[in-house]
């Protein structure tokens, strides 16, 4: 009788445990299956500006659920708001944008705002906000922010602020941290769409760090803490973008905000947006910010990472940096009357348009030789294939409305990757043409790869061509397909 009600009870409670561990997923997945009413749609792009987010705010000033407050300006005299809300005893500072071209997580953060704004969710919400108080300061760095860099109008790293505390936008940020006194605090940024998770093909779509407080890595509750709410983290998006977390060295770093702010008392979160394929806004990145924030105040509203265990933050694995935007395997590179077998590795920056509101590529090889250990976001093996040197089309045209009337098929299957223009078009910054547009006393360099140059050419195979390499794009030339990008302008 005793056996039979010990199982009983061990049976319960193993139905009951099972249950706590599926409220989060649930709610996880409800979170990620509604977004698109929470989802601020103002905010579209990338290349958000201070005057994009100002009605926003006031929006969030006449809702007696949020108390607004401006906090400081910048070196421009751009006005910096915290947001708050609940009436919890655990207060949550979260912060976004102290470079000014790292917006994903801002614009994650309106739709946050959102969703605690509307009607569903009840249950949930009315849990985390009788238990959290919760702070946003959306963009510390509007000055970098209205030019999309990195770096505040004083030129500096506002994360390499902390000690010398020089630039307005870090004292602000210090003050409202000490003067919150916040249990956990969000750190909110981008990173560059070239890390990867170590060891894989698969881009670090978001990557985590707890920040070390001093030069041993001491592991301290509140440290602690920051790793288990990372671990909690790591497994939701693990479910929308598996393989593709990262963590950060944890070197200590002396002169960094978020170093220093765990070193003061803050269970420091830090959050860096990647890449993901065909997201180039990060639009989809954005939604994972979204789900696994909200998942983590729930989490911290609840107390459900007491028992994380700390093993578990270093199993994920570490950030790598060995992704290009495109990479071609095994060319057949003649050079100097020898032919050698290479990879070549391709980069396509972003170039900012007049007003920093949209951009353009301008692509370089990044490297080339052996790149075995490296990978691609598009991979083409390209054994077999030989580069060969692109042409100029012989005919010089009056300009781009003359240009537009030619075949682009044809042209690119001839091996034309250059148009000479008398006139070439001045309230343009890129070519609108797969082809590159150029001077009239243009000529075409002789072939030659090498890092840092723009990648043109063409890949023959069986004594015709196959694909063209206009500007870092590939498009292949069986199909007359494009993965997009564009051309350049040769002034």
Known sequence: MIKHFNVLICSLLFINIVACQQVAPDLTDTLFETYDRYRETSLQKRRIKHSDLQPLIRQSGENPMFDVHQVGRSIEGRALYLISLGTGDTDVFLWSQMHGDEPTATQAIFDILNFFKGQDFGKEKKEILSR???????????????????????????????LRLQSPEGQTLKRVRDSLEADFGFNLHDQSTYYNAERTSK????????????????????????????????????????????????????????????????????????????????????????????????????????????????????????????K???????????????????????????????????????????????????????????????????????????????????????????????????????????????????????????VGGNPTFFLEKDGGLAYAVINGFLIDLTKGHSDGGNALIFR
């Open 203 to 326: 881009p670090a779509t978001i990557s985590y760090l707890a920040p070390a407080y001093n030069y041993e890595k001491d592991i301290n509750q509140g440290r602690g803490n920051a790793m288990r709410i990372i671990v909690y983290m790591n497994k939701i998006i693990e479910k929308y973008a598996p393989g593709q977390v990262g963590r950060y060295n944890d070197d200590f770093e002396p002169r960094a905000f978020g170093d220093n702010i765990q070193k003061w008392g803050t269970s420091t979160i830090l959050i860096e947006s990647g890449g993901f394929p065909g997201d180039k806004e990060k639009q989809f990145i954005r939604k994972l910010n979204y789900v696994s924030i909200l998942s983590a105040l729930n989490a911290i509203a609840k107390e459900d990472y007491d028992d994380i265990p700390l093993s578990d933050y270093e199993r994920i694995p570490e950030n790598d940096r060995k992704l290009f935007d495109l």
């Open 132 to 162: 959290l108080r919760i702070h946003f300061l959306p963009m510390l760095n509007p000055d970098g922010a209205e030019v999309y860099q990195r770096r505040n109008t004083l030129g500096i790293d506002i994360n390499r602020d902390a």
């Open 328 to 450: 071609l395997e095994n060319l057949r590179y003649p050079l100097l009357g020898n032919e050698y077998i290479l990879d070549l590795g391709i980069h396509r920056q972003e170039i900012d348009r007049k007003g920093h509101q949209d951009f353009w590529y301008k692509s370089s090889v990044a490297d080339q030789g052996d790149l075995s250990t490296y990978y691609g976001y598009q991979t083409l093996n390209a054994e077999g294939y030989k580069v060969v040197g692109a042409k100029v089309y012989p005919k010089t045209l009056s300009g781009l409305a003359e240009a537009e009337k030619l075949d682009m098929k044809a042209l690119l299957r001839d091996g034309v990757a250059y148009l000479r223009l008398n006139r070439l078009p001045e309230d343009r910054d890129s070519s609108p043409l797969p082809v590159h547009l150029v001077p009239q006393d243009f000529k075409v360099p002789p072939l030659r790869l090498n």
